[in-house]
């Protein structure tokens, strides 16, 4: 009698969801698969043996990924983290100031609807300021994760033009800049950079 005989590696999924596939160009459905090696009989999978690895695989062009891949945020998640995170720097610069300042109340407002934060008003301004100021973190840290160098930079001023439409910076707006530019991984030089010219500017005008 012929025994036929051999390994092979079988693998089930772990999970499954959405991800940002490199090779797609876009997010797509993903499968979340660990492999383990069996002893095979008759080509039947019959003693499991020790374990392969994990993957993570693209169900629409069935490239194989790295699990780290999973920690990549998807387009959605980019698009979302835009307004979440402008909306999170314009409350702390407010409240570092006068949260009740007309001119300043408005910038903050153009600001977060160019950010794409639809029919972004004072009601949602106010709502963002009642929130505790810890909340804040988590959006500005995803938004400089997010952005280049000279796009935090721009930002950065942004949020110094709105302190500055009550008057000149005082101690805790440029404090509240100093420390909104650290959460968006700005260096200290490129921050006192941005924060200066854009004082300079202003006294200018």
Same mark, same amino acid.
């Given at each position: 009698?012929?025994?036929?005989?051999?390994?092979?590696?079988?693998?089930?999924?772990?999970?499954?969801?959405?991800?940002?596939?490199?090779?797609?160009?876009?997010?797509?459905?993903?499968?979340?698969?660990?492999?383990?090696?069996?002893?095979?009989?008759?080509?039947?999978?019959?003693?499991?043996?020790?374990?392969?690895?994990?993957?993570?695989?693209?169900?629409?062009?069935?490239?194989?990924?790295?699990?780290?891949?999973?920690?990549?945020?998807?387009?959605?998640?980019?698009?979302?983290?835009?307004?979440?995170?402008?909306?999170?720097?314009?409350?702390?610069?407010?409240?570092?100031?006068?949260?009740?300042?007309?001119?300043?109340?408005?910038? @903050?407002?153009?600001? &977060? =609807?160019? %950010?794409? !934060?639809?029919?972004?008003?004072?009601?949602?301004?106010? *709502?963002?300021? #009642?929130?505790?100021?810890?909340?804040?973190?988590?959006?500005?840290?995803?938004?400089?994760?997010?952005?280049?160098?000279?796009?935090?930079?721009?930002?950065?001023?942004?949020?110094?033009?709105?302190?500055?439409?009550?008057?000149?910076?005082?101690? @805790?707006?440029?404090? &509240? =800049?100093? %420390?909104? !530019?650290?959460?968006?991984?700005?260096?200290?030089?490129? *921050?006192?950079? #941005?924060?200066?010219?854009?004082?300079?500017?202003?006294?200018?005008?």
């Amino acid at each position: 009698m012929l025994i036929i005989w051999g390994l092979r590696v079988v693998y089930h999924t772990i999970a499954q969801g959405v991800f940002y596939c490199r090779k797609c160009g876009g997010d797509r459905n993903y499968r979340h698969r660990a492999g383990r090696r069996f002893f095979t009989l008759f080509f039947i999978p019959v003693i499991p043996l020790n374990k392969t690895g994990e993957h993570v695989q693209c169900l629409t062009c069935k490239t194989g990924y790295v699990t780290d891949v999973l920690r990549l945020p998807t387009t959605a998640q980019m698009q979302a983290a835009l307004p979440a995170g402008v909306r999170a720097v314009i409350s702390v610069m407010l409240r570092a100031g006068d949260p009740g300042c007309v001119p300043a109340r408005r910038r @903050a407002i153009e600001m &977060a =609807a160019g %950010a794409g !934060a639809q029919g972004y008003g004072d009601a949602a301004l106010d *709502a963002d300021l #009642a929130q505790p100021p810890a909340t804040a973190r988590a959006p500005i840290a995803t938004l400089g994760g997010q952005l280049k160098p000279e796009a935090r930079e721009w930002y950065l001023a942004e949020l110094v033009r709105i302190a500055l439409a009550d008057g000149p910076l005082t101690g @805790a707006e440029r404090a &509240a =800049a100093e %420390a909104i !530019a650290v959460e968006l991984s700005m260096t200290q030089a490129q *921050a006192y950079g #941005a924060i200066m010219m854009t004082e300079q500017a202003a006294n200018q005008d």
